[in-house]
Nanobody, 121 residues
Framework: QLQLVESGGGLVQPGGSLRLSCAAS????????IGWFRQAPGKEREGVSC????????YYKGSVQGRFTISRDNAKNTVYLQMNSLKPEDTAVYYCVAEGGGDIPGGWHYWGQGTQVTVSS
């Protein structure tokens, strides 16, 4: 059974860093595009970043460009989202997604359970 499990969320002060992990089971991550979405309270779910399978090209939402980095460790079958210079507006539940594309939630087939990121002083 294909499963995505996120970890690494938590409480961090503005300007701090967190690294989210997305571990896959039941399939090989590097065969699929993998992405990260987030949903803040009262807001719609939005695409944050993704990494493509064929050439490992990456995409970032404009507001996180230069602060977030997505990467993949094929040996560990895990995708990471390194988040630096965090801002209060980055506060959200972050979801790992697989098999799909674009920044529309309906464009992705598999979802993790989410991990909470809170940026606050």
């Amino acid at each position: 059974q294909l499963q995505l499990v996120e970890s690494g969320g938590g409480l961090v002060q503005p300007g701090g860093s967190l690294r989210l992990s997305c571990a896959a089971s039941g399939f090989t991550l590097d065969h699929y595009a993998i992405g990260w979405f987030r949903q803040a309270p009262g807001k719609e779910r939005e695409g944050v970043s993704c990494i493509h399978s064929r050439d490992s090209s990456t995409y970032y939402k404009g507001s996180v460009q230069g602060r977030f980095t997505i990467s993949r460790d094929n040996a560990k079958n895990t995708v990471y989202l390194q988040m630096n210079s965090l801002k209060p507006e980055d506060t959200a539940v972050y979801y790992c997604v697989a098999e799909g594309g674009g920044d529309i939630p309906g464009g992705w087939h598999y979802w993790g359970q989410g991990t909470q990121v809170t940026v606050s002083s």
